[in-house]
Every structure is written in structure tokens, then in C-alpha cells.
């Protein structure tokens, strides 16, 4: 019983392929140049507005099956620099090779206008007002901006700095103001000084010049000096080599692109 229902699905199987087979066309062929008859490799030939479609090999031949539901279909057959060749899929020869030819494309003429660059310091002067309304801001703007400063002494860095802020700058070519600009910090953020800093030779250096005492760091205790006195010392010591006292005291200049 179970050997006659395999034979019977086996014959099934084998006439469902081979209608399938018949309804199918199989398109196969060589794609060569038409002036040196080398093979075109890497072609694609495809079905126009379906997903059926295939490439040639490096003999330049190729097989395609397309269902008799498309046989009407526009089969294309192209390569980048030859003319794409169309044939309805119905009418498409196996026994004759395809040929492209090549397709030669033509550049428009361009044309440049370069204005004469100026060479004297009036006609630059001149060409800087003349845009004017280009280069700087014609009304007050409001522009996000980003803050990085570190801080080292000779050998190591101390700390970083950054901050995110918004700058109002009313400064413009028409009011011809120059001193407008207001900064606000959003945000900011300071790095840990994880430093080695040797406090008997900071303590040493501060009494040598506030004090007229001049110790050497190894005739110095540490358990004989208070704390704050250290502390005291190495923030001296950080202000007179690094000049900290200056610090995010200058201006922030803001450059816009120029055109």
C-alpha cells in the first residue's frame, strides 16, 4: 500500500516538473562587442519592471528562465558604456549571439566666470564692503557653542575644562557696534587634578618668596606643617608658573565663514 502511494506521488512530482519546465522560456546566449567581438562579461540581462534577471559570465554567456506569463515582456540586455539592447522575451534568438555597440556620451560644454582676484590693498578693502551683508550678520543672533580649556605646568596636565554655551551677539554691519557680545554657560564640567605634586618643594618655593626663607625640601617635616599651609602653597605655586589668575579672562571670538 505504501509502496504504490510513493510510486504514485513519485509520477506526480515528476509531471508537475515538467509542466513547469514547458511553461517556462529558457533564453540563453553569448553578449559580445560588436567592434573587437570580445565577450562582455558581468552584463546584466533581466526582465524590464520584474525582479527576473541574471549577469554573464566571463565567457560573456548567460540562461535565463522567464514564465509564459511574460513572453510579451521587454527582455534587456545591458553593459555600462554600450547601448542597452530590448527584445520582446517571445522573440528573443538562441542561435544568434548579441551584440553591443558602444555608447559614446558627450559633455556640455562648461563654462567658467572667475572674477579677478584683488591685488591691492584698496580693491581688497573695497571687495570686503561690497560684501558686507554676505560676511556678517545683518541682526542680533543667538548661536550654540562649545568651551575647552587645559590647564598643565611644564611637565604634565592638571586639569580639563569644557563647557557648553549660548552666545547673544547684537553686533552687526548696519549698528556698527563692536562690544554687544553676551555669553551664558549652560553647562560645565572640570576634570579631577590627579596629579603627584610635591608639597615640600611648592611649601619650600612659597616660603622662599613671601617669606625670605630659604629651605631646602629635604630639611623640611611633613608632620611639622599644618595642612592648609600646604594647600596654601601649592595653589601659590600653581598661579605664579601657570597664571591662573588669567584664567577665562580673555575674549571669545566667534569667526563666521566669509564668501
Not at 170 to 180: F, L, P, Q, R, S
Request: hydrophobic share 40%; proline share 3%.
Amino acid at each position: 500500500m505504501k509502496l504504490s502511494f510513493l510510486k504514485h506521488s513519485l509520477k506526480l512530482i515528476v509531471f508537475l516538473i515538467s509542466i513547469t519546465a514547458f511553461s517556462q522560456h529558457e533564453l540563453k546566449n553569448k553578449v559580445v562587442d560588436f567592434v573587437n567581438l570580445l565577450p562582455i562579461e558581468n552584463a546584466s540581462v533581466y526582465v524590464q519592471n520584474t525582479t527576473i534577471g541574471t549577469v554573464t559570465n566571463a565567457d560573456g554567456k548567460f540562461v535565463l528562465l522567464v514564465p509564459e506569463e511574460m513572453a510579451k515582456d521587454t527582455l534587456v540586455i545591458s553593459s555600462i558604456g554600450f547601448k542597452s539592447y530590448k527584445v520582446p522575451v517571445d522573440e528573443f534568438d538562441n542561435s544568434f549571439e548579441v551584440f553591443l555597440e558602444e555608447d559614446v556620451a558627450t559633455l556640455e560644454e562648461v563654462v567658467l566666470n572667475a572674477t579677478p582676484r584683488p591685488k591691492t590693498g584698496d580693491s581688497i578693502v573695497l571687495r570686503a564692503l561690497e560684501r558686507l551683508d554676505r560676511n556678517f550678520p545683518s541682526q542680533a543672533y543667538l548661536q550654540k557653542g562649545f568651551l575647552r580649556h587645559k590647564e598643565r605646568n611644564k611637565k604634565q596636565f592638571k586639569w580639563l575644562i569644557e563647557s557648553a554655551i549660548t552666545v547673544y551677539d547684537d553686533t552687526t554691519y548696519v549698528n556698527g557696534e563692536t562690544d554687544n557680545l553676551k555669553i551664558n554657560v549652560d553647562e560645565v564640567r572640570k576634570s579631577y587634578d590627579l596629579r603627584d605634586v610635591d608639597s615640600l618643594f611648592a611649601y619650600s618655593t612659597y616660603l622662599k618668596y613671601n617669606a625670605n626663607v630659604n629651605l631646602k625640601p629635604k630639611n623640611l617635616r611633613r608632620d611639622t606643617i599644618k595642612t592648609s599651609s600646604l594647600v596654601k602653597a601649592i595653589k601659590w605655586n600653581d598661579t605664579r608658573v601657570n597664571g591662573l589668575e588669567g584664567l577665562f579672562k580673555g575674549k571669545l571670538n566667534l569667526v563666521r565663514n566669509s564668501k
